[in-house]
Structures are given as structure tokens and as C-alpha cells.
């Protein structure tokens, strides 16, 4: 399974940019997926996650009401729509997936995903 993210940007704070994973490999192959983020200097965080059959979702606190993750199954593909950027947000993004049907609570756990993509900077100016 090959992950693929890309839409990243220089956007300025209020702004949106709308983030998408390509899958290349069966459906099956990831039935969660998440998206991640890592600040320079900080450790990897969780932004949200997805279970794709359910179309059953969570995002972290720090993104709530701001950020939503979708799926198009028919595409293969997963997005982050990101909207009302700060600068905080500012990080490379990652999207993960795994086989397994994840409980709720492990899904934002980055050790319950087998396959990650290489990342996508994401720039808010101030």
C-alpha cells in the first residue's frame, strides 16, 4: 500500500486549503485512516481520523469545528478540508492507514497505522 498526500500550501491565517491522500492498493488495505501533523520541533500530533466503511470520523480538539475529514471511496482517496487557519497549524501533514477496523479510542494513536505518507507542508502566515 503506497500513500500519496498532497494540497499543501502558503495560505495566510483565515484562510482554507483542502488536503487529499491518494490510496494506491485495495480498499481493504486501509479501512482507517488518519491525518497527522509535525511542527518543527514537536512531536507528531493527531488531526483526525476516519473508519472507511462506517464513514465514522474524529478530529482532534484543536481542530474541531474548523477542519473535516472525508472519504470517497470510489476515488480511493481521503481529504482533510481545512478552514479558518492559524498559524499554529502550520506543520507537515501525514496521512496513515491501516487494515484493521480501529476502535474509536485507538484511532488517534500514530502506532495503530501500518502505512504513512510522505507528508505535505502546510504554511499559515500570521
Known amino acids: 500500500v503506497q500513500l500519496q498526500a498532497f494540497g499543501g500550501g502558503l495560505v495566510q491565517t483565515g484562510g482554507s486549503l483542502r488536503l487529499s491522500c491518494a490510496i494506491a492498493?485495495?480498499?481493504?488495505?486501509?479501512?482507517?485512516m488518519a491525518w497527522f501533523r509535525q511542527a518543527p520541533g514537536k512531536e507528531r500530533e493527531f488531526v483526525g481520523a476516519?473508519?472507511?466503511?462506517?464513514?465514522?470520523?474524529r478530529v482532534a480538539e484543536s481542530v474541531k469545528g474548523r477542519f473535516t475529514i472525508s472519504i470517497d471511496n470510489a476515488k480511493n482517496m481521503i481529504d482533510l478540508q481545512m478552514n479558518n487557519l492559524k498559524p499554529e497549524d502550520t506543520a507537515v501533514y501525514y496521512c496513515?492507514?491501516?487494515?484493521?477496523?480501529?476502535?474509536?479510542?485507538?484511532?488517534?494513536?500514530?502506532?495503530?497505522?501500518?502505512?504513512w505518507g510522505q507528508g505535505t507542508l502546510v504554511t499559515v502566515s500570521s
Open positions: 496513515a492507514g491501516t487494515p484493521r477496523t480501529l476502535i474509536l479510542s485507538s484511532l488517534g494513536n500514530p502506532r495503530s497505522y501500518d502505512y
Open positions: 492498493g485495495r480498499t481493504s488495505s486501509t479501512s482507517s
Open positions: 476516519i473508519r472507511r466503511r462506517e464513514h465514522v470520523s
